[in-house]
């Protein structure tokens, strides 16, 4: 009968430290995403161009000035204006 009940009680514990290194696993998984997230945001500005209004990474559009653009033609039409 004790033999039993050593047998629950070590199937409990095995239960018990799977669910928490599955918890701990799950808690070290979320911040990393949102950290990256974070860091993807922080990055990459959004700017309009100001011919179209089309929103893209400042790191890939064409600064001129005060205005921003998605392409050289873009900048050609608008400066004509
Ligand atoms: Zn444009």
Known sequence: M???I???VVF???FWVGFRLWQFWQAKQQPNTHLTHQNKGG???M???AECGVHLPS???M???E???CCREHQASFEKE
Do not use: I, N, P
């Open 59 to 61: 790191t890939s559009a």
């Open 63 to 65: 600064k001129a000035g």
């Open 67 to 69: 205005h921003y653009f």
């Open 6 to 8: 050593v047998r629950l």
């Open 47 to 49: 700017v309009r161009c």
């Open 43 to 45: 990055s990459e500005t």
């Open 12 to 14: 409990v514990l095995l």
């Open 2 to 4: 004790s033999l039993l």
